[in-house]
């Protein structure tokens, strides 16, 4: 079993910034690609940013340049730094694991983190 913390959400004026992280533990052989998504109300979940093991990093167009993923792998960690926030960033932010164990990849995610972006 894998459980993933998330932490760092919160509210947020406009022009700021937060730091989101997610780790995970458990039973794992190695954890492949880490990204994040957002949900914001009346709204589907889509994908903000993922990376890669080796590093390769994709980001949705409407926050590439202001949003960085990062990743810990020694300490299983994911990281979304969240700059120049909008109003528009404001949803509930979940991060997504590939878990790689002895059996096969499985994916989880975490419990969800709230950004508010207001004035």
């Known amino acids: 079993q894998v459980q993933l913390v998330e932490s760092g959400g919160g509210l947020v004026q406009p022009g700021g910034s937060l730091r989101l992280s997610c780790a995970a533990s458990?039973?794992?052989?190695?954890?492949?690609?880490m990204g994040w998504y957002r949900q914001a109300p009346g709204k589907q979940r889509e994908l903000v940013a993922v990376i890669t093991k080796r590093g390769r990093k994709n980001y949705a167009d409407s926050v590439e340049g202001r949003f960085t993923i990062s990743r810990d792998n020694a300490k299983n960690t994911v990281y979304l730094q969240m700059n120049s926030l909008k109003p528009e960033d404001t949803a509930v932010y979940y991060c997504?694991?590939?878990?790689?164990?002895?059996?096969?990849?499985?994916?989880?995610w975490g419990q969800g983190t709230q950004v508010t972006v207001s004035s």
């Open positions: 997504n694991v590939a878990v790689v164990t002895s059996l096969s990849e499985y994916d989880y």
């Open positions: 458990g039973s794992m052989l190695t954890i492949n690609a």
